[in-house]
Nanobody, 125 residues
Framework: QVQVEESGGGSVQAGGSLVLSCTPSLSTSYNGYCVGWFRRAPGKERERVASVYTMGGIPSYAASVKGRFTISQDNAKNTLYLQMNSLTPEDTAFYYC?????????????????WGQGTQVTVSL
């Protein structure tokens, strides 16, 4: 069973920044896997925000966050980060990190099997 630990989030004013961290408990000998961030805003379906294949993949971003959000990873810590800049109230949502043991990372949430507990991001004017 893969555990996904995530942290970060919180409240910030519009224009501010936050960082989410995600640490899947996958063996360091594993070749690679997908990590995705998803979010669910009140009254909306969960949507993919960003995803990346951990072994040299190019991050993919939803159009709504492209240019503002950036994925990075620290292999020594087996941790990935989602840097979120220029936040707007429309980014307010519950954010989840998820892992998928595959190479195709740009898929829907139903194709991600392992999920973190989620964290709230609130952006105010």
């Amino acid at each position: 069973q893969v555990q996904v630990e995530e942290s970060g989030g919180g409240s910030v004013q519009a224009g501010g920044s936050l960082v989410l961290s995600c640490t899947p408990s996958l063996s360091t000998s594993y070749n690679g896997y997908c990590v995705g961030w998803f979010r669910r805003a009140p009254g909306k379906e969960r949507e993919r925000v960003a995803s990346v294949y951990t072994m040299g993949g190019i991050p993919s971003y939803a159009a709504s966050v492209k240019g503002r959000f950036t994925i990075s990873q620290d292999n020594a810590k087996n941790t990935l980060y989602l840097q979120m800049n220029s936040l707007t109230p429309e980014d307010t949502a519950f954010y989840y990190c998820a892992a998928r043991l595959a190479a195709d990372c740009v898929v829907g949430d139903r194709d991600y099997k392992y999920w973190g507990q989620g964290t709230q991001v609130t952006v105010s004017l």
